[in-house]
Structures are given as structure tokens and as C-alpha cells.
């Protein structure tokens, strides 16, 4: 082999060392990470789906896992289906305000309702000349 070949191989070689230390090994850790988690499971964690759904684990059997999303009312997932376990500081807050203080014009109403009323109801993008 002589260096011609091995200098129009080796921009090759370090393309694949570079996809494998930024892109597979990071992969490969985090499935690790949340294989791990979802087999430590336990009944009473409060975990949320990887569709957004918060719950609280009641029972765990082989691959599948007991979630009661509100009193009384229990569903069966697939322990792939858990995203994260949720602690007490992680949970949402029902009592956000709708609309910001900020956001809001003198008269209370949002800034674009101000804007749109102030036009004539037109948007001036819409306008015709």
C-alpha cells in the first residue's frame, strides 16, 4: 500500500471514529441509562410517559408496568413507554397564569387583540393595495 491510497483512506477512517464518538457512543449510553431506569422501577414512583403522561406505578411485572393516572383509574404499559421518573420539583405547575402581565395592553387584552383591533381587524400583511 503505498501513501497515495492511504491518504484517500484515511479522511475515511477518521469520519467513521468521529460518528462513533459523537454520534453512536452518546446514543448507545443514554438507551443503556433508560433501560436501566425502567428496570428499577418501583411501586410508588411518579414517572411520566414517553407521550406525556404523568402517573404513579402501582405494579411492575416482567415487561410491563401499572400506572394510576388519576384515582382509581389504573393502565398497563410497556416499561419501553416510561420516559423519566418525575420528582416532586419536576412536576408541572397547574396554577401558571394564562396570559403574562407583560403580554397584556392597557385595556387588559393581548397585545396581537390590541394590534388587530387598532387595523380595523386587517392585518397589514394583508392588506390590499
Known amino acids: 500500500m503505498d501513501m497515495g491510497q492511504l491518504g484517500s483512506i484515511l479522511p475515511l477512517i477518521l469520519l467513521v471514529v468521529v460518528f462513533y ?12 441509562e433508560a433501560v436501566q431506569m425502567q428496570n428499577s422501577l418501583t411501586p410508588g414512583a411518579r414517572v411520566m410517559t414517553t407521550t406525556g403522561l404523568f402517573g404513579t406505578v402501582v405494579a411492575v411485572d416482567n415487561e410491563d408496568v401499572v400506572l394510576e393516572v388519576a384515582p382509581g383509574i389504573e393502565t398497563r404499559w410497556v416499561k419501553a413507554a416510561i420516559g423519566r421518573v418525575v420528582t416532586p420539583g419536576d412536576a408541572p405547575a397547574d396554577d401558571e397564569p394564562v396570559a403574562h402581565e407583560a403580554e397584556l395592553g392597557e385595556d387588559g387584552k393581548k397585545e396581537s387583540e390590541a394590534t388587530v383591533e387598532r ?9 390590499q393595495s
Open 119 to 127: 387595523n380595523g381587524d386587517q392585518d397589514s400583511s394583508t392588506k
Open 21 to 32: 464518538f459523537l454520534l453512536i457512543r452518546p446514543q448507545r449510553k443514554r438507551q443503556q
